[in-house]
């Protein structure tokens, strides 16, 4: 169990975690798990009846799985059904992708919000979490970024998780819907896909390369371990405080991707040459230079505290992807 976790009795089970076959939905499924809370675990269905991390999960004995699809409302509205409590993570969350099809994250991201509120709201939920992003802020117009900082959409993304907020806040505003908003600013930690930079850097050094291949290095990034984020969406969800508004998840720190770059190999014990690859670059206008996290809201109104700093987490990073490298494709650059 987390020990810096203590979760409210505004928290209640069954709790429904969507997205939790994914990176931090898996985290934050099995730290449910180890409060004690009974969870039910919501994953993309497929034929061959995969859940995800889930599948190499200790706990997952003790996780009732529901396989659908966050963009059908019936399967969403059975998942809903008898649960008291909501994260819900589930969404397409790739940016690079979403500048080839903005239209499968408009009917994932935004529609798949509409399902999980209005299922929600019939089945008269005490409280539902949902997921956004320090990408909805764009680059930073001020440091550090509160939540008072305007939404700028500067990818097709980013654009779909500024409105699946507002119609979350709009049930909260509307229906009296007990929602709160969590913006995590860039997460990282073991599970990660490759398509995120740390998990590049570090498969692309451990698998022998001495020339990475790599996309913009000057802009920053507000980088939290994936176990703090997980305490981070528990801490929210159990504070009443919190209804109604959004809030950061992330450190007040920031380091630039090319400074991140060099940290790694240090860690890792390789020298490195860094390649610009042209189709790492996101378009003009949309890349966000600069991100770093006030987190006040998050420390004055819970008990959340970070465990990691970015020197033990990126350590355990390293160390898992090290262990599970066979998982990876380091030389295939995926949107």
């Known amino acids: ?4 976790v203590n979760p409210s009795c505004s928290i209640q089970s069954p709790v429904l975690v969507t997205g939790a076959g994914g990176f931090i939905g898996s985290h934050l499924t099995e730290l449910l798990v180890e409060l004690g809370f009974e969870v039910r675990a919501f994953v993309h269905y497929n034929s061959e009846g995969r859940w995800g991390w889930l599948d190499r999960s200790d706990h997952r004995e003790e996780i009732e799985v529901v396989a659908g699809d966050i963009r059908d409302f019936d399967s969403v509205h059975r998942a809903v ?8 993570l589930a969404a397409l969350i790739g940016i690079p992708y979403s500048y080839v099809s903005p239209l499968a994250y408009i009917r994932t991201n935004i529609e798949g919000t509409y399902n999980i509120l209005e299922a929600a709201r019939l089945h008269d939920v005490d409280s539902l979490t949902v997921t956004s992003t320090s990408e909805t802020y764009g680059t930073a117009q001020y440091v550090p970024i509160d939540e008072r900082h305007p939404a700028v959409g500067q990818s097709p993304y980013a654009a779909t998780k500024v409105g699946a907020d507002q119609i979350a806040l709009s049930y909260y505003r509307s229906f009296g ?15 990660q896909s490759a398509r995120a930079f740390i998990p590049t850097v570090i498969t692309q050094m451990l698998s022998g ?5 790599l996309g913009n290095l000057a802009p920053t990034r507000d980088l ?12 929210v969800a159990g504070s009443r405080e919190l209804i109604g508004t959004a809030t950061n998840i992330g450190m007040g720190k ?21 390649e610009t690859d042209e189709q790492r670059l996101r378009p003009e206008g ?19 505290k970070p465990a990691y700093d970015l020197d033990s987490g990126l350590a355990e990073t390293v160390a898992w992807i090290r262990k599970n490298l066979d998982l990876y494709k380091p030389t295939v650059y995926s949107v």
Do not use: Q
């Not at 169990?1 to 810096?4: S, V």
């Not at 920031?254 to 860094?274: F, H, T």
């Not at 949309?286 to 959340?304: A, Q």
């Open 209 to 213: 390369e001495k020339r990475l291949k």
């Open 1 to 4: 169990m987390n020990d810096k």
């Open 177 to 191: 819907l007990p929602v709160s908003v969590v913006r995590p600013f860039n997460t990282y930690g073991p599970r």
């Open 254 to 274: 920031e380091i630039s991707m090319g400074d991140l770059a060099r940290k790694i190999a240090g860690l890792v014990g390789v020298d490195i040459e860094i």
């Open 224 to 235: 939290t371990f994936v176990k703090d984020t997980a305490a981070g969406f528990v801490a």
């Open 286 to 304: 949309s890349e966000v230079e600069r991100l770093c996290c006030n987190n006040s809201r998050i420390l004055d109104s819970t008990d959340w």
């Open 81 to 88: 059904r008898g649960c008291k409590t909501i994260f819900h």
